[in-house]
């Protein structure tokens, strides 16, 4: 039934489409229509990136693209969109680690909790062998292509319970996304991993159904995660990037000149969206710790240190190039 009402939702706003595959007519040029889905909430840094995609494309293009955005989850979960893009029910997305955990898990380190200590080392790993690996994985495994990544800023723990140090995760119910390595690491020090829709988080942590999540700050703020979890844990254990891709059929059946146009205006996009993230996240803090909001700061060494364990433990299930180069990173901490 979801599904239905999906479709009928894109096909009442996409009136102008007449054909299969995203693509249309109007005023004698061909018109390549794409519905967007985003999972994320409206008023984030990654939303405010789409929105410039969106206008700066469909003005660049001189009216042969238009973009349809659908935050808020509007047409589904980021496990239903993967699904969409997957086979063309839409023609892009936007998605966190839940792309590659899905499709690339045994060759993107940079999904492992606590390996890696900034955005910069994020990027290296991308842009490496490993990115080329990642990117034929997802091509292959999920028909799709990465056109562009953005940042969404460390990731950080949240919960209703002080938590200082390491042994403070024993035992503690925190709410995940569906990833191995994730439940793995998070396992491995002491708390119980629950998968949980990001639309059902807000009343599972009101209800005490989880005690905890973890999500950049931006995700905290748009969700008023801070209104049943009021300690903010500063473990900045992932440097998570958000993936932008597109449909690899309706990609390859665009004119050459417009599959350019659409990668260099995601990546522009993408890259504004970095260029801004450190003041939105500044400014977020700022007004959560005027709200009574309490930041706890932590020795993160510490925890990287308690997490080596299930880290290796993840190193196991990957490609073997992949996991000389984790093990090298650990034994380099």
Same mark, same amino acid.
């Given at each position: ?39 994320? /909430? ?6 405010? %990136? #789409?929105?410039?995609?969106? +206008? @700066? $494309? !469909?003005?660049?293009?001189? &009216?042969?693209? /238009? ?6 989850? %509007? #047409?589904?979960?980021?496990? +239903? @969109? $993967? !699904?969409?893009?997957?086979? &063309? ?245």
């Amino acid at each position: 039934m979801k599904k239905l009402i999906v479709i009928a939702m894109i096909a009442l706003i996409s009136l102008s489409v007449v054909t299969a595959g995203g693509q249309g007519e109007a005023s004698g040029k061909k018109v390549y229509e794409i519905n967007f889905g985003i999972h994320t /909430s409206s008023g984030s840094n990654e939303v405010y %990136a #789409l929105e410039r995609f969106k +206008e @700066n $494309l !469909e003005a660049a293009s001189d &009216g042969q693209f /238009s973009v349809k955005l659908f935050p808020n989850a %509007a #047409l589904g979960s980021e496990l +239903e @969109n $993967l !699904e969409q893009v997957k086979t &063309g029910e839409i023609q892009m997305a936007i998605f966190g680690d839940n792309l590659t955990g899905q499709l690339a898990a045994r060759y993107d380190s940079t999904i492992i909790p606590f390996l890696y200590e900034s955005l910069q080392d994020t990027y290296d790993v991308l842009e490496s062998d490993i990115g080329e690996m990642i990117n034929n994985a997802v091509l292959q495994n999920g028909n799709q292509i990465i056109v562009a990544y953005q940042s969404r800023g460390a990731r950080n723990l949240t919960t209703s319970r002080n938590v200082t140090k390491p042994s403070d995760i024993a035992g503690l119910k925190l709410r995940i996304p569906e990833i191995a390595s994730w439940v793995t690491v998070w396992r491995s020090l002491g708390a119980n991993p629950t998968p949980i829709a990001l639309a059902e988080v807000y009343s599972a942590l009101q209800t005490g159904v989880v005690d905890g999540q973890e999500n950049p700050f931006d995700l905290i703020n748009t969700n008023k995660f801070y209104e049943v979890n009021n300690n903010i844990v500063l473990t900045q254990h992932l440097w998570g990037v958000f993936k932008w891709t597109i449909n690899a059929d309706f990609y390859n059946n665009l004119p050459e000149d417009l599959k350019d146009l659409l990668v260099e205006t995601a990546r522009e996009a993408a890259a504004w969206g970095d260029e801004r993230i450190q003041q939105h996240e500044d400014n977020i803090r700022a007004n959560l710790e005027s709200m009574g909001v309490n930041f706890v700061d932590v020795d993160k060494s510490a925890f990287q240190s308690a997490a080596a364990p299930g880290i290796r433990a993840v190193a196991e299930t990957m490609d073997p190039a992949v996991k000389e180069k984790i093990l090298a990173v650990l034994g380099a901490k």
